[in-house]
């Protein structure tokens, strides 16, 4: 099994960035997938950023590609999620995910394709 948990949401002005953290627990995360997503009221979870194994693969959402940077630390287990630029349509939970894979080249864009979630940490872009 493995726990997620997110952290560094909070309430930023548009144009600002933010810098979410995901933790993982319970099993080294180093030979899964990592992904952020993220669910705004009244809205399908959708796809933000996916990260391989060793962090040379990624993939971006058309919509934060050139503003949001995903990242990996396995020595720490650790995903993160640097959020600049923000607008108010950013404005949702955002969902650490993490999905066993067997290339390091896989980076996963659906959520049917993750097995582990974190809890969610909201995030509130003001105008």
């Known amino acids: 099994q493995v726990q997620l948990v997110e952290s560094g949401g909070g309430l930023v002005q548009a144009g600002g960035s933010l810098r979410l953290s995901c933790a993982a627990s319970?099993?080294?995360?180093?030979?899964?997938?990592m992904g952020w997503f993220r669910q705004a009221p009244g809205k399908e979870r959708e796809f933000v950023a996916a990260?391989?194994?060793?962090?040379?693969?990624?993939g971006y959402a058309d919509s934060v590609k050139g503003r949001f940077t995903i990242s990996r630390d396995n020595a720490k287990n650790t995903v993160y999620l640097q959020m600049n630029s923000l607008k108010p349509e950013d404005t949702a939970v955002y969902y650490c995910?993490?999905?066993?894979?067997?290339?390091?080249?896989?980076?996963?864009?659906?959520?049917?394709?993750?097995?582990?979630w974190g809890q969610g940490t909201q995030v509130t872009v003001s105008s």
């Open positions: 319970g099993r080294t995360v180093s030979l899964y997938a």
């Open positions: 995910a993490a999905a066993r894979t067997y290339y390091n080249s896989n980076v996963p864009q659906t959520p049917i394709e993750y097995g582990y």
């Open positions: 990260i391989g194994w060793s962090g040379d693969s990624t």
